[in-house]
């Protein structure tokens, strides 16, 4: 299991070091028991219930499962380089409310927008890139990076 974290400016008054240290020992094992972060940041198992219910209520985190898609049937993951033009959030919430689309992130560089998604198939990878990604106003460009192998996938960066 995987702690994700939103952005922290938004909720600046949630994250104290109490919080910080609860995402934490979150980020090392999802499932450990609250009186077991209880112990590890000092507080009782009902106030760590507490914090972990208004951090995830907040959309400072979540707690995921961190899957290996090829064992869920997924066999093709790729990201996706985006050049658009006009405005970005449209395009990007388009692309967000896409079941294949697991990522999305405006960027600057050479890319407007990266995603990343995941299909069943080559087949229906490209009919996610032809008759979807690329039929968004907007959107002039993509190039697209087949993954052939998962070496690392973390979300263990703790907090600062």
């Known amino acids: 299991m995987a702690v994700r ?11 104290d070091e109490t919080s910080k240290a ?26 760590v219930r507490q914090r972990v219910q208004r951090l995830t209520d907040a959309g400072v985190m979540q707690v995921v499962a961190v899957t290996d898609p090829l064992e869920l049937g997924f066999d093709r993951q790729a990201m996706i380089g985006i050049k658009a033009e006009g405005s970005l959030e449209p395009i990007a919430n388009q692309l967000a409310a896409m079941d294949e689309v697991e990522y999305v992130v405006i960027t600057a560089g050479s890319f407007d927008l ?37 070496v690392k996938q973390t979300y263990s960066w703790g907090v600062r």
């Not at 609860?22 to 106030?47: C, N, P, W």
């Not at 299909?119 to 087949?146: M, N, P, W, Y």
């Open 114 to 150: 990266l995603v990343e998604v995941l299909c069943e198939s080559d087949e229906h990878l490209l009919q996610v890139l032809s008759d979807r990604i690329r039929q968004i106003e907007g959107v002039k460009a993509t190039e697209t990076f087949v993954y052939l192998k998962l």
């Open 22 to 47: 609860i995402i934490e020992q979150l980020q090392v094992d999802g499932r450990r028991s609250y009186a077991a972060i209880g112990k590890a940041v000092g507080l009782s198992e009902a106030a």
């Open 5 to 15: 974290t939103g952005h922290p400016d938004k909720n600046q008054g949630l994250l």
